[in-house]
């Protein structure tokens, strides 16, 4: 009778050994909280100054380009100590168009300077030009001449304006934490690291710009 009781005894105090292991090394969660720093980018303002283009119209007067040719030739009149300078203009373009002359001539008399008077040429047709000029001849140079249109033209022009932009800087700040651990009580007891549960990604939400909330 006596054995018997001994060994439910051995019996009741191991098995309370082996739930107490066992409570022991079940694990539980404590919230534990600390500081920490965590770093941010903000969106910093700041003005500069941009460059732009602008269109800008202006009036440009351009020659209306008929083809036109001009044929010279000289007549001697030694004997007078002068010569004829005769040409031909002639239109060889499409379209009637008014046309003049400016001539240089060199001579041994010295240089002079003429224009013909301005005359409507239609397509094909021919004005001729007879000049007396005294001396002999040295050269002569000369510009066909028409009227010019108005003709309206753009070009860029640089301008400068003050904008707003945006530079990300990198912040800190200090902030609590609150983790839960996770650990039996035997090893908390042994003094064991701290066994933190995962954390969900933390979502810092994003400083959104003027032109942002504009859009």
Request: aromatic content about 12%.
């Amino acid at each position: 009778m006596n054995q018997k009781k001994i060994i439910d005894h051995w019996v009741i105090i191991c098995s309370f050994f082996i739930l107490m292991l066992i409570a022991v090394n079940i694990p539980f969660i404590t919230p534990e909280s600390h500081a920490e720093k965590e770093f941010y980018t903000e969106q910093v303002p700041y003005t500069t100054t941009e460059t732009y283009f602008e269109k800008e119209a202006y009036i440009d007067n351009v020659p209306l380009n008929i083809n036109a040719t001009l044929k010279w030739f000289i007549s001697d009149r030694r004997v007078y100590d002068q010569f004829d300078l005769i040409a031909t203009l002639k239109n060889i373009g499409n379209v009637t168009g008014e046309f003049w002359v400016k001539f240089h001539v060199e001579s041994t008399k010295g240089s002079f300077d003429f224009t013909t008077n301005r005359t409507e040429l239609k397509p094909g047709e021919s004005y001729q030009i007879n000049q007396r000029i005294d001396g002999a001849l040295s050269y002569v140079t000369y510009r066909i001449n028409q009227p010019t249109q108005e003709i309206k033209k753009y070009r860029d022009i640089t301008k400068e304006r003050t904008v707003t932009a945006y530079s990300p800087v990198e912040k800190s700040r200090d902030v609590i934490r609150v983790k839960k651990n996770k650990l039996p009580l035997l090893q908390r007891i042994l003094n064991y690291p701290p066994n933190y549960e995962p954390e969900p990604p933390l979502q810092i939400p994003v400083e959104s710009t003027d032109e942002e909330m504009q859009n």
